[in-house]
């Protein structure tokens, strides 16, 4: 079979960072990516080709293609953090030989997985159970394993309870669920209450919607009631401060995600001092090669466990084609009812 050297992808149209921090989604996708012909690169040994199938749509990515994540751009290549696939060829080496022809999740470590083909790592590529979904597999890495490690900051806080923004999001659910299996409880904070009951199913102990006039009184009852050292933040809002600064001593910030726009004043300082109060990050990026291959095999498997059972499930919004997404992205997720996957 003859392999193509080009391939359709929603390319990246600016290089490196953006001058100053940007919103969370940008005003329009087109100042971003364009539909490109984008030149593959010859494989290396450790290398795969891979057939994308499906690929989702994640914050971060939204912050990558403005030039405002953890890494640079680099112009011309494709956006697109995680995806799955099918692998076409190899570039040597036994690893990469072995996953010819299997359907994998994977990250795109080469050229990204908006595309209709992408290069990858083979160490970084999934091969997937036959009874998975392409939806699951699609967004099988970044989301689940951060839910496996945020719950591993909350173990070690010593702290049973914790209190969880943006609950309603995919990952949010997926911590919810997780949760629940291992004897954690959450105070999941929503900002609209349509979500509530689904919540509460999933996991949750309790739901506070920030929009309520009695959210601050609810908060303070459920804070007192479960004593939550841990918030897990991907808001970064002023309620986000409030509701750490109403938390116990020896609480934990964790700044995991940045979807408000808002910049919080920190209004008792005193408490980082006298409370031995922590503010810390968490990125996925730092935490996955710190972890040891046995580790990430037996996580990973995990996941897939979870997935196939239905005790996780990616909520899909809508699915998009590449020439659809450009102008069709923005206003999908805007429904906000899970994620949007592009299907070259
Ligand atoms: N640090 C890491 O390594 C890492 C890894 C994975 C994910 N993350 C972060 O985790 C977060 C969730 O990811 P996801 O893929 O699950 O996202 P998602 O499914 O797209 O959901 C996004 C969520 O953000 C909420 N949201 C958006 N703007 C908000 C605002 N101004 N105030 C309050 N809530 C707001 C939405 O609430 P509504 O439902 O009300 O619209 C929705 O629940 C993101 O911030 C992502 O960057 C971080």
């Known amino acids: 079979m003859a392999l193509p050297s ?27 990516i364009e539909l490109a012909d984008m030149p593959l690169p010859a494989l290396k040994p450790g290398q795969v080709l891979i057939e994308v199938i499906m690929a989702p749509v994640n914050p971060s990515d939204l912050f990558y293609v403005q030039g405002s994540y953890g890494q640079p751009r680099t112009q011309g290549n494709a956006a697109g953090f995680e995806g799955v696939g099918r692998v076409l060829a190899s570039g040597g080496g036994k690893m990469a030989d072995a996953l010819i022809g299997a359907r994998v999740a994977f990250l795109g470590t080469v050229t990204g997985t908006w595309a209709a083909h992408a290069v990858s790592d083979a160490a970084l590529c999934i091969p997937l159970r036959d009874d998975l979904r392409d939806e699951d597999g699609a967004a099988l890495i970044v989301n689940p394993l951060t839910a496996v ?53 999933a996991g949750a102990t309790e739901v506070l919607v920030s929009s309520d006039s009695d959210f601050a009184t609810r908060a303070g009852t459920a804070i007192r009631s479960h004593k939550p050292r841990v918030l897990l933040d991907a808001v970064g809002d002023q309620i986000t401060a409030d ?88 206003p999908a997720l805007e429904q906000g009812t899970g994620k949007v996957m592009l299907v070259p």
């Open 6 to 32: 080009t391939t359709k992808a929603l390319a990246l149209r600016e290089g490196g960072y953006a001058p100053a921090p940007t919103a969370a989604v940008p005003d329009r996708m087109a100042d971003h």
């Open 149 to 201: 490690a945020l719950l591993e900051r909350v173990r070690e806080a010593g702290s049973e309870a914790f209190i969880l923004n943006a609950a309603g999001s995919q990952l949010g659910r997926l911590i919810l669920g997780l949760a629940r299996d291992q004897g954690q409880k959450a105070l999941a904070v929503i900002r609209r209450g349509h979500d509530a009951e689904e919540l509460l199913s």
């Open 243 to 330: 509701l750490f600064f109403a938390m116990p001593s020896g609480a934990r910030w964790v700044s995991y995600g940045k979807m408000s726009d808002e910049s919080p004043r920190l209004g008792q300082m005193g408490q980082f001092i006298f409370m031995d109060k922590h503010i810390e990050g968490f990125w996925l990026s730092r935490w996955l090669p710190a972890a040891s291959p046995e580790r990430r095999s037996a996580l990973i498997a995990d996941v897939q466990a979870r997935f196939a059972s239905g005790a996780w499930a990616t909520r899909v919004a809508s699915r998009l084609s590449l020439p659809e997404a450009i102008d069709g992205m923005l």
